[in-house]
Nanobody, 121 residues
Framework: VQLVESGGGLVQPGGSLRLSCAAS????????MSWVRQAPGKELEWICA????????DYVDSVKGRFTISRDNAKNMLYLQMNNLKPEDTAVYYC???????????????WGQGTQVTVSS
């Protein structure tokens, strides 16, 4: 199993970024997928998830209305569109197998290596 995130970087407050996660080594459309982040000095935070067919999507309140998770099963890709970014969104962002918060944070599925997102003026 391999999950490779990309698209992170430095952005000003109010800006946007789109993260991508390329999946390989497993049958992508058999898994719900999540994004998790870890801010400096803080615990891991599950932020959103999407079901296998994209029929079910959940967000943590802090990103609801600003972030959009999506997937392309034909391309084995997971995405996170992040708009109206705030300094408190600064973190390493990980894609992970699984839908439920406890399942994902319990490391029951595979994770990528992470991509850094820094929101600063």
């Amino acid at each position: 199993v391999q999950l490779v995130e990309s698209g992170g970087g430095l952005v000003q407050p109010g800006g946007s970024l789109r993260l991508s996660c390329a999946a390989s080594g497993f049958i992508f459309d058999e898994y719900g997928m999540s994004w998790v982040r870890q801010a400096p000095g803080k615990e891991l935070e599950w932020i959103c998830a999407i079901s296998r067919s994209s029929s079910s999507i959940d967000y943590v309140d802090s990103v609801k209305g600003r972030f959009t998770i999506s997937r392309d099963n034909a391309k084995n890709m997971l995405y996170l569109q992040m708009n109206n970014l705030k300094p408190e969104d600064t973190a390493v962002y990980y894609c992970a197998q699984g839908y439920g918060r406890d399942y994902v944070l319990g490391r029951r599925g595979s994770w990528g290596q992470g991509t850094q997102v820094t929101v600063s003026s």
